[in-house]
């Protein structure tokens, strides 16, 4: 179809604005490349994109008041309640595509290339230019976050810190797709978390020393970064991309892409590639050619991909696979709405980190290098010498790998660091913490994504290397730091409750707790055994591998010290049932009427041991009873408060008659009038009543 | 090392990764302090019945709150699994909690115990059973009568036990470092590199990979069980007819050479006969001082019982020891 003005408005919308991008920055970021791409995605019938949307543009321009039509629709589509998409984001688009000059900006430049895309004379701003412009972003802001709630993405027009009316345009095309696409890497070794407040011109400075030598930002932003003038309003874009950062690599066109991540496996020396499971992608099957597939397992999950590592790959040359399957929502999978394609890509590093991973049994990719952990280093070829040099002056000096198949153009050593410093450019990822933010690190996080804290385990404040001289304020009292830069927040006796912690342009809140868990918990991770019938009886055996892990009911389950058993299993382990008694006083076994002897019934020894002074009331009866010269009946006890009896269970007791010593006429005369008077505990009463009767006849 | 901290942060987390588990323990080791490894911690909570671990997915969770009855145990009841604030508190003011006033003056929460390496013992007297079933029931956790007991004899037998992880593949598995038992002479490793790489003779062997290990036994050619460490050991030590456990009759204890500890929960029902981790002390005895770990509260036929199902016949130990207690490795 031959788009007209309407279509090109509309097909913008649904680029630019989307409910995959619900609650993440939305720019209406249009230059040529793009235009091209939206033409081609909507079958519109045009040889050049950029030529359609402005001849659709320019049949509205009129020269007494330009942008008059599209305020006019603007109105009429607020008054009617704005249920469609904005009927003038054409006339933006075009704003926008006007601001995308590499060579600086200024109004006169800008105005002039404005006028000529909009088919106007000159090279200064048109007439009613100032609150038109102004009217119809501040339009397209309401439309996102008032009738839209955000759900097709966040607004981020604004002309703060621009120049006056170009700033609106400005503030679309500080980043490009291609720019906005690698944020996540930069975020990411900045060490920073999804939604963290950091101060933008923090983030300008750091993204100034960490693109330094890299060629793979666009000659817009390096020429940004460098213009002060722009410096406010990249660093509200930053702080804004980070503030709504949801932790993933998403492609250009703001799709969720899965990054691939350099294993190595060390026993075939060979480079393997491997994913951490974005949550959106968790459960999913996707198809590259006829040889690869890669099947995602639960989301947060480390696994291996069958995708080979060429030196393509590794200059972040991306792959397209298409969706195959299946639908899964389940456990650990909550996809939903997937794309019908995604890229894989390993971004674009002169320098790749890994480090022991036993998940994969394999060196896995880290963002940066991590203080005296073995590192394997991949570096561009061309960059081995200075690599070389800066592991040295980071720790010993680098120990070439050569047991190692990795594609040509790239060299490889072991490393360990043991120092810090602060490295620049290409290289900056093997110096630890080199490029990362102040960040809160270490403490007993009961959730670290809500920073909630024990509070005896308050985290520490790592300083930024590059920041060290900024301020830091817990709850706006200075903290100092120790030597290493690090405030341990644990010392200064924090109170439950929330605590700000302030940092240079970093600012953490903070929550401890006494307590978090609020009642019974109950078994998760459990051994489990099945009870079956064995030429000696039952026996019991493990259900899968003898190891804890989430189990269906069977007959035994066991805990930590929580056992549940069937009955069968139980069959297996019935209940001891120790005879015990009361200690304090004195102690008797009788046996038949006549025979008797005094006990030594003591607390258990390992009791009487412990460090701290307990005093046992009670104590097994069985010691009391080895070496008995006769068949022990009763226990008796002698007490202030009473005298008692307790029937013995027959048992195994060793009559030797080694100590018949202690048993004489003597002390049953002794002990009859004790007997005479003692109480039985329930249940042995007449039992007891008949043997006393015994013993008193016998007299 | 703040044992009691650490529990309180699993009781109040609930679950986790073992890297955050290790993040805790490394944040809570002071600087320059020479505490265990952070694995043998999680295997000493373990132990005391406070976590279980699934080394496949590698996480751990806090085990359920458990009130636990000793043989031996002087009218104590041990408190295992989680501590959480909520529960010790309510279990200390039982005279103010109008559901449970009733047993205040017969359930009493005893001062903490400290022990080395492990977090504090707590004890709670009880005249009976069932009062402590009812106090449970009323705070809805476990109530585990005679636990160590219960749990030993449930447990399958070691032969069961390497069973459930017989392999379906006929060879040993990759891995970094593969080492096989030897002879386990006291000061020397256990497990030894295998100079010839040879993986088929039978034995038991410990595949490494960075941080975590697997253990497997290889009982003939093409016919591999992986278990745990003390499973394979116990198996090695059965194959050779060596018997190492020693039953002290003098204390009523037994005697397990730290470099043989026993299998997760062989080890666990002997921990939880008092709720203490072994104490560790240097034995002299030939061929040479070896480094024992000595179990309280162990009973000749709890011992026996135990040594029966890992294949071990008890011995006593020497009549005259030279015991240099706590001398941990």
């Known amino acids: 179809m031959v788009p007209d003005e309407r279509a090109w408005s509309e097909a913008l919308r649904s680029w630019f604005f989307r409910p995959d991008l619900a609650g993440r920055s939305a720019y209406l970021a249009v230059d040529e490349e793009t235009l091209t791409a939206i033409a081609r995605e909507q079958c519109f019938d045009v040889l050049d994109a950029t030529q359609s949307l402005c001849r659709v543009v320019r049949y509205r321009v009129s020269p007494r008041s330009p942008l008059g039509w599209w305020v006019s629709e603007a109105i009429r589509w607020r008054a009617a309640g704005s249920e469609s998409g904005p009927p003038f984001l054409s006339v933006l688009a075009l704003t926008v595509l006007a601001a995308t000059i590499d060579d600086g900006a200024n109004d006169r430049r800008y105005y002039r290339?404005?006028?000529?895309?909009?088919?106007?004379?000159?090279?200064?701003?048109?007439?009613?230019?100032?609150?038109?412009?102004?009217?119809?972003?501040?339009?397209?802001?309401?439309?996102?976050?008032?009738?839209?709630?955000?759900?097709?993405?966040?607004?981020?027009?604004?002309?703060?810190?621009?120049?006056?009316?170009?700033?609106?345009?400005?503030?679309?095309?500080?980043?490009?797709?291609?720019?906005?696409?690698?944020?996540?890497?930069?975020?990411?070794?900045?060490?920073?978390?999804?939604?963290q407040l950091v101060k933008g011109d923090l983030l300008v400075r750091r993204l100034r020393s960490w693109s330094a030598g890299e060629r793979t930002f666009s000659q817009r932003l390096a020429a940004v970064l460098k213009d002060p003038s722009l410096s406010e309003l990249l660093a509200a874009a930053l702080h804004s991309e980070l503030a709504h950062w949801?932790?993933?690599?998403?492609?250009?066109?703001?799709?969720?892409?899965l990054k691939l991540l350099l294993a190595f496996h060390e026993r075939s020396g060979q480079l393997q590639a491997a994913v951490q499971v974005p949550e959106q992608l968790a459960g999913t099957e996707w198809q590259s050619g006829p040889d690869t597939?890669?099947?995602?397992?639960?989301?947060?999950?480390?696994?291996?991909?069958?995708?080979?590592?060429?030196?393509?790959?590794?200059?972040?040359?991306?792959?397209?696979?298409?969706?195959?399957?299946?639908?899964?929502?389940?456990?650990?999978?909550?996809?939903?709405?997937?794309?019908?394609?995604?890229?894989?890509?390993?971004?674009?590093?002169?320098?790749?980190l890994l480090c022991p991973d036993d998940r994969l049994a394999r060196w896995v990719d880290v963002p940066s290098a991590l203080l005296q952990r073995p590192h394997l280093v991949l570096v561009r070829s061309e960059l081995a010498a200075a690599a070389v040099a800066v592991i040295a002056e980071l720790g010993d000096a680098a120990r070439p790998f050569r047991r190692i198949r990795c594609p040509s153009g790239w060299a490889a050593f072991r490393f360990a660091p043991t120092r810090l410093a602060v490295i620049d450019g290409p290289l900056a990822a093997l110096s630890?913490?080199?490029?990362?933010?102040?960040?809160?690190?270490?403490?007993?996080?009961?959730?670290?994504?809500?920073?909630?804290?024990?509070?005896?385990?308050?985290?520490?404040?790592?300083?930024?290397?590059?920041?060290?001289?900024?301020?830091?304020?817990?709850?706006?009292?200075?903290?100092?730091?120790?030597?290493?830069?690090?405030?341990?927040?644990?010392?200064?006796?924090?109170?439950?409750?929330r605590h700000s912690v302030n940092v240079g342009g970093v600012r953490y809140q903070v929550t401890l707790v006494d307590e978090f868990a609020r009642g019974p918990r109950d078994a998760g991770f459990s051994f489990a055994f099945n009870v079956r019938e064995s030429p000696g009886g039952t026996a019991t055996i493990p259900v899968g591998v003898s190891a804890a892990a989430r189990h269906g009911p069977s007959d035994v389950m066991v805990s930590g010290a929580a056992i549940a058993a069937s009955p069968a299993a139980m069959t297996r382990a019935p209940l001891p049932r120790p005879a015990r008694v009361r200690v304090g006083g004195r102690h008797f076994v009788l046996g038949r009427p006549g025979q008797v002897v005094m006990a030594n019934v003591q607390p258990p020894q390992w009791l009487r041991s412990l460090p701290v002074r307990l005093a046992p009331h009670l104590a097994d009866v069985a010691p009391a009873?080895?070496?008995?010269?006769?068949?022990?009946?009763?226990?008796?006890?002698v007490a202030q408060s009473g005298n008692t009896v307790s029937a013995l269970p027959a048992g195994p007791q060793i009559h030797d008659g080694l100590s018949a010593a202690n048993s004489s006429a003597a002390l049953w005369l002794q002990v009859l009038p004790y007997i005479a008077g003692a109480v039985a505990e329930t249940g042995e009463a007449a039992l007891w009543s008949q043997w006393q009767q015994a013993a008193l006849d016998a007299r | 090392m703040n044992y009691d901290t650490l529990l309180q942060w699993v009781s109040e987390r609930?679950?986790?990764?073992?890297?955050?588990?290790?993040?805790?323990?490394?944040?809570?080791?002071?600087?320059?302090?020479?505490?265990?490894?952070?694995?043998?911690?999680?295997?000493?909570?373990?132990?005391?019945?406070?976590?279980?671990?699934?080394?496949?997915?590698?996480?751990?969770?806090?085990?359920?709150s458990t009130v636990a009855t000793i043989v031996g145990g002087g009218g104590y009841a041990l408190l295992c699994g989680a501590r959480p604030r909520w529960f010790l508190r309510r279990l200390g003011s039982l005279a103010t909690d109008p559901d449970l006033e009733h047993l205040a003056d017969s359930i009493v929460l005893e001062r903490p115990v400290p022990q080395d390496h492990g977090p504090c013992l707590r004890l709670m007297t009880l005249d009976e059973g069932a009062e402590a079933a009812e106090v449970c029931a009323a705070l809805?956790?476990?109530?585990?009568?005679?636990?160590?007991?219960?749990?030993?004899?449930?447990l399958p037998s070691l032969t069961d036990m390497l069973r459930a992880g017989r392999r379906e593949e006929t060879s040993l598995p990759g891995g970094v470092f593969p080492t096989r038992m030897g002879l386990g002479e006291p000061g020397r490793p256990v497990f030894a590199e295998i100079p010839d790489q040879d993986c088929t003779v039978p034995g038991a062997y410990c595949m490494a990979l960075f941080d975590t290990r697997r253990y497997f036994y290889l009982h003939r050619p093409g016919d591999v069980f992986e278990a745990g460490r003390g499973e394979v050991v116990y198996a090695e030590l059965r194959r050779r007819g060596r018997h190492v456990l020693r039953w002290d009759s003098g204390d009523g204890s037994l005697l397990v050479p730290s470099r043989f500890r026993l299998p997760q929960l062989y080890e666990r029902a002997a921990v939880l006969r008092t709720g203490l981790l072994?104490?560790?002390?240097?034995?002299?005895?030939?061929?040479?001082?070896?480094?024992?770990?000595?179990?309280?509260?162990?009973?000749?036929?709890?011992?026996?019982y135990l040594g029966r199902q890992l294949g071990q016949q008890l011995a006593e130990p020497p009549a005259e020891m030279e015991a240099d207690n706590d001398s941990r490795a």
């Open chain 2, 140 to 154: 809805g956790v476990a109530y585990s009568p005679f636990a160590a007991d219960q749990l030993l004899r449930l």
């Open chain 1, 625 to 637: 009873l080895r070496g008995l010269p006769f068949a022990p009946e009763w226990l008796l006890r």
């Open chain 2, 278 to 304: 072994p104490g560790a002390e240097t034995i002299a005895m030939p061929p040479g001082p070896a480094l024992f770990l000595r179990y309280r509260n162990i009973d000749r036929a709890f011992a026996e």
């Open chain 2, 14 to 64: 609930g679950s986790g990764s073992l890297t955050s588990f290790r993040q805790a323990y490394d944040w809570l080791t002071p600087a320059g302090a020479d505490t265990d490894h952070w694995t043998w911690a999680l295997q000493s909570l373990q132990a005391l019945g406070h976590i279980e671990v699934d080394w496949d997915r590698r996480r751990w969770e806090v085990a359920p």
């Open chain 1, 432 to 497: 630890p913490r080199g490029t990362e933010l102040s960040a809160l690190e270490g403490g007993l996080p009961i959730s670290q994504r809500t920073r909630i804290y024990l509070t005896d385990g308050a985290p520490d404040l790592v300083l930024d290397l590059r920041e060290q001289s900024g301020l830091v304020t817990v709850d706006g009292a200075e903290a100092s730091p120790d030597t290493v830069g690090r405030v341990r927040l644990a010392d200064l006796g924090l109170s439950a409750g």
């Open chain 1, 293 to 352: 597939r890669v099947s995602l397992g639960a989301a947060g999950e480390l696994q291996l991909v069958n995708v080979p590592v060429t030196a393509d790959l590794m200059d972040g040359l991306p792959r397209r696979t298409e969706f195959s399957g299946p639908d899964i929502s389940g456990p650990g999978h909550r996809v939903r709405n997937h794309p019908s394609t995604i890229t894989l890509v390993m971004p674009r590093r002169d320098v790749h």
């Open chain 1, 246 to 257: 949801d932790g993933t690599l998403r492609d250009e066109a703001g799709r969720v892409a």
């Open chain 1, 113 to 195: 290339r404005m006028n000529k895309l909009l088919g106007l004379p000159g090279d200064t701003m048109p007439r009613d230019f100032y609150s038109d412009i102004q009217q119809l972003w501040t339009y397209l802001n309401e439309w996102l976050t008032e009738t839209c709630q955000g759900q097709l993405g966040t607004a981020t027009a604004t002309n703060v810190g621009g120049q006056a009316n170009v700033g609106w345009a400005q503030s679309q095309t500080l980043l490009r797709p291609s720019d906005r696409v690698r944020l996540p890497l930069f975020f990411t070794a900045l060490g920073a978390h999804p939604g």
